[in-house]
């Protein structure tokens, strides 16, 4: 029996691991200047581990923050890149979708931005301001079709994560927000959550005009732009003129990227707010009214309805 | 057949410290890398210890991994099946250990318990089918090599059948669990 013929025989007990370890030496040896045997041994070893597929049992719920918590501290993840993995996320789905959209599905019509090709041009403008404010190349958008727009729009987003590829020490970097009024400055680690959180949002948005469905970002996302809320709402609701104690206010989101939020907004009782997670980042993006957000509150009712009001307008359009 | 291009962008962004990437590759396939821990030592802490070494790991060595050499759930079952036969051997010499000294093992809780809790995807019903419909020797075969971590030649003596027998139908299994999966389109996704 030549090597080759060996190889073949063993292959099916190799993808188990299930040879002598000189046979499986002898194997991986041949595999490396084999490439026949190779893909004979990738495709039977991925099949192995399939095996255990033919019923799944999750993990406890409470392991995921266990795993993830130990692996942090064991090596402490890079924000920046973390956020900027983000953002190319959506942006990759946000690519995709727009590369699957026919050329009269360009002027469906959108409810804040004329049509999806609004909504892309104002997603590009985005983009360029956060570009600009870093002092990347801006890429100007051009006023035809559909499709120039997705090229403009995908261009300016790939300059952006390129750009920020080795940026590491400029999270704190003051940038400009997208807002409806005035953009306030606030940390690039801000502006990137936002980044991904509207180009997210806008997928949804573009999935509804041509007729596909919603989707739900990564948990880890979703937490994020609790987060940014978070930070934005107590000075959003105390800085108005009403004058009224508005108290500690406690959000507890459930589903996926729950958890809790504490919001420190002047004096007076408690107020806690309970709602789905994914859903109060919807009324962030004034995507669900704040009557219709499906949620219950134990404290002041009139305190939720401000801070669910107040929430609605921090998103961009 | 080309390396999964996914697999390399997960593990270009895990090697870059984005934290995300690993929460990413924990939901995709902690439910996998806990069901093949849960029954090849059928205990649950274990299990969980296992799930979480796994991962911890590949955060921690996400160069370890070589998408040219195959898929990155192929290499993470590899990994959690073999702590997993390392965690049941210990336990069985420590078993012999406490039975020569009198003392009994202490009983773990059943894998058909949990049986319930399973969760069904898609994927699982094509999987289930591919396994089903392997004949029952090379079924028996396979468990014997996959779940238990035993070699050609201990399934070839417990199944009282000369080794190349064992060896053809061990590749035999896997040819066949490959052909109905690459025909689902879920073979090395």
């Not at chain 1, 004058?243 to 907004?265: F, H, Q, S």
Request: with cysteine.
């Amino acid at each position: 029996m030549d090597v080759h013929d060996e190889v073949l025989d063993l292959i099916g007990a190799w993808a188990l691991d299930a040879c002598d370890p000189d046979e499986a030496a002898r194997v991986d040896a041949h595999l490396s200047g084999c490439a026949t045997c190779a893909a004979e041994a990738r495709r039977l070893r991925s099949a192995a581990s399939w095996l255990a597929a033919d019923r799944v049992i999750p993990a406890p719920p409470a392991l995921r923050h266990r795993v993830l918590a130990t692996a942090r501290a064991a090596r402490p993840p890079a924000l920046l890149r973390t956020l900027v993995g983000a953002y190319a996320g959506q942006a990759a789905l946000l690519d995709r979708l727009l590369g699957a959209v026919r050329q009269d599905d360009w002027g469906r019509p959108d409810p804040r931005h004329e049509t999806v090709g609004g909504v892309v041009a104002h997603l590009a403008g985005n983009d360029a301001m956060l570009a600009a404010d870093l002092g990347l190349p801006v890429v100007p958008l051009p006023a035809g079709a559909g499709v120039d727009v997705h090229a403009a729009w995908r261009e300016q987003s790939r300059v952006i994560v390129d750009g920020l590829a080795a940026r590491d020490g400029e999270l704190d970097r003051r940038v400009r927000l997208a807002h409806t009024g005035p953009p306030p400055l606030r940390p690039l680690r801000e502006a990137l959550v936002q980044r991904a959180f509207e180009t997210w949002i806008h997928l949804d948005d573009i999935g509804a005009a041509v007729g596909r469905g919603a989707t739900t970002p990564p948990p880890e996302q979703v937490r994020r732009i609790v987060d940014l809320a978070a930070e934005l709402l107590p000075g959003a609701i105390t800085g108005g003129d009403e004058g009224a104690e508005v108290g500690t206010v406690r959000l507890v989101l459930e589903g996926t990227g729950g958890g809790e939020w504490t919001l420190p907004c002047g004096p007076g009782d408690h107020t806690t707010i309970y709602a789905d997670a994914v859903e109060f980042t919807r009324l962030v993006a004034n995507r669900r009214g704040p009557d219709s957000l499906v949620h219950s509150t134990t404290g002041s009712p009139a305190v939720s309805t401000r801070v669910l009001h107040v929430a609605a307008t921090l998103g961009c359009d | 057949m080309p390396p999964d291009e996914s697999d390399a962008r997960l593990r270009e962004r895990l090697v870059a410290g984005d934290g995300d990437a690993l929460a990413e590759a924990y939901d995709r396939w902690s439910g996998l890398i806990h069901t093949l821990a849960l029954r090849i030592t059928d205990d649950a802490a274990a299990a969980e210890d296992i799930t979480q070494d796994v991962f911890v790991g590949l955060w921690q060595r996400p160069e370890a991994f070589d998408p040219e050499r195959g898929a990155l759930r192929t290499w993470l079952c590899m990994l959690a099946r073999s702590r997993a036969l390392d965690w049941t051997r210990r336990r069985e010499a420590r078993a012999r250990y406490h039975a020569a000294a009198g003392a009994s093992a202490a009983a773990s809780p059943a894998y058909g318990d949990i049986d319930d809790a399973v969760i069904w995807h898609t994927e699982t019903k094509v999987v289930r089918e591919a396994v089903q419909a392997l004949p029952d020797l090379q079924r028996q075969a396979v468990h014997l090599a996959y779940y238990r971590g035993h070699t050609y030649r201990q399934v070839a003596l417990e199944l009282n059948i000369p080794e190349g027998t064992a060896k053809s139908r061990l590749r035999l299994a896997l040819a066949n669990i490959a052909d109905r999966l690459a025909a689902e389109g879920i073979l090395e996704r």
